[in-house]
């Protein structure tokens, strides 16, 4: 009897208690019955609330770097209050840190909006979350482009010293400058086709092909390839009729230099009147007729219909060279201005085309712009002028402190990387840091030593078709070889 209420007891102990889950458990894991206190649970804390409508900027205390030491931020606030862009409300994105973003994009040209914020965020803001592409996108339309061509205006000048960079800027006490345009591919869409056009097809059915383009003419002084003055204008409008837009900055004691198809009777008289000399190419089919031959082989020549301009024409060719260049300048006295000389000097040219590469390619990456609308394209345009600006004067900075003072030494590129680097280098706007920013980028260009490289051409070179499947190794491209002295044969002879 006893024995059977035991087995009884123990039957009942040995049964494990029933769970609530439906989870078949493991034999050891059992129910106990012990009852737990109930948990008591901490109440969320509050997230803090984001203030966007007050941002807190940091433009004393943080830095965009050279950007700002080269475009001080004193001369963004007068230029866009002349402009009437400061506006009423306190904003994510003001207009000043708007101005800054849009030189940092033309800096990183494949850097995306979204990336562009993040980058502004930690770089000169403390926000607690970066803005978003649409926001960028609405500033920059609040901001317009006047504020980036005035702040282009307000800091292109000429860079050479006369007394210090004459084998550079100078020829006889004159600075040297040159002209030239160059044209922007666009997106395609209907209001930039409708504003800047482009290019019509050379046949009967004059009908446009390829994207539209936007045409910039530009002056530059040739020793330190500094930007002047720019026009900007659509591709309708030719490069002669944009240049006329540049005669304010000349002044008396310059020395234009420009290509053929420039030379124009209006354009030329508006040119001169502002007291410029003028070394302009000329086709071979204008001012034939010799009125009187000169003692260096040069000869002058009536110019334009009505009442002709009485001009110098000076032919030459390069030795080894068949074409015969044919130069007409304003310069009559080949005492004072010898035929060799002003030969030798027209080279100079060249270097106009170099700022036209520097700006389109190692700036614009060779890609379209990304502005969809014309507004954003002039400012997209003028952004990217005034950066090559500001990419001049530092390097001419840096090669003042060389004995060889020549710009032309240092790297457009290189100058590129410190400007970026410049953003990591400072998280302070104070004075002292802004002087020991300028002197660690001046010691970035010349740290290479000696800026001596040796004279070296490459002739030009027709690249054709080739076959794909052909080892590229065997490629017979042209090979750079050093430059022999320009010889010059007066006379075209």
């Known amino acids: 009897m006893m024995s059977g209420v035991k087995a009884n007891v123990i039957a009942e102990v040995s049964m494990p208690v029933t769970a609530s889950s439906s ?102 803001v403390p926000w607690q979350s970066a803005a978003g592409r649409s926001a960028f996108a609405k500033a920059r339309m609040r901001l317009g482009s006047e504020v980036m061509e005035g702040l282009f205006r307000a800091l292109a000048r000429p860079l050479g010293n006369q007394n210090l960079d004459a084998d550079w800027c100078f020829w006889r006490g004159r600075r040297v400058l040159a002209i030239d345009g160059t044209t922007f591919p666009l997106s395609v869409n209907q209001e930039l086709e409708a504003e800047f056009s482009g290019q019509i097809a050379n046949d009967s059915s004059r009908r446009r092909v390829g994207v539209p383009q936007a045409r910039l003419v530009s002056l530059i002084e040739c020793g330190t390839r500094a930007l002047l003055a720019v026009a900007l204008g659509s591709y309708r409008q030719g490069e002669g009729s944009l240049a006329r837009q540049l005669a304010n900055a000349l002044e008396p004691g310059m020395l234009v230099l420009a290509d053929r198809c420039f030379p124009a009777k209006p354009l030329w008289l508006l040119y001169t009147a502002s007291g410029a000399d003028l070394l302009w190419r000329v086709k071979g089919n204008l001012a034939r007729r010799r ?173 054709r078709k080739f076959d794909h499947f052909t080892n590229r190794a065997h490629w017979a491209a042209a090979k750079s070889t050093p430059a022999p002295a320009l010889a010059i044969i007066l006379g075209a002879a």
């Open 23 to 124: 989870i078949q458990r493991q034999p050891f894991q059992q129910m106990l019955g012990v009852e737990l206190p109930a948990r008591q649970e901490k109440p969320p804390a509050p997230r803090p609330a984001l203030d966007l409508a007050e941002p807190k900027l940091g433009f004393r205390r943080l830095s965009f770097g050279l950007l700002e030491t080269l475009c001080p931020p004193e001369l963004v606030d007068r230029v866009i209050k002349e402009a009437g862009r400061e506006g009423e409300r306190k904003r994510l994105l003001p207009p000043r840190l708007v101005v800054y973003a849009l030189l940092l994009m033309c800096l990183s040209g494949s850097m995306g909006y979204g990336r562009l914020m993040r980058e502004v965020a930690t770089q000169a």
């Open 291 to 463: 009125l009187c031959e000169l003692g260096d082989g040069s000869y002058l020549v009536n110019f334009g219909k009505g009442q002709p301009l009485q001009l110098r024409v000076i032919e030459y060719r390069r030795q080894g060279h068949p074409e015969i260049y044919r130069l007409l300048t304003n310069l009559l006295d080949p005492v004072a201005a010898p035929a060799r000389e002003l030969a030798l000097l027209y080279s100079q040219r060249w270097e106009i085309e170099l700022a036209c590469r520097e700006l389109k390619c190692a700036q614009a990456d060779q890609a379209r712009l990304r502005s969809k609308t014309a507004e954003g394209v002039r400012q997209e345009i003028y952004a990217h002028c005034l950066l090559h600006t500001l990419n001049r004067q530092l390097v001419y900075r840096a090669a003042t402190t060389t004995s060889e003072r020549d710009p032309d030494r240092i790297s457009f590129t290189l100058a590129m990387d410190v400007l970026h680097l410049s953003l990591r280098q400072v998280r302070s706007a104070s004075r002292r840091a802004m002087v020991e920013l300028s002197q660690w980028a001046i010691n970035q260009l010349i740290a290479s030593g000696p800026l001596v490289r040796r004279a070296r051409s490459c002739p030009r070179a027709v690249y």
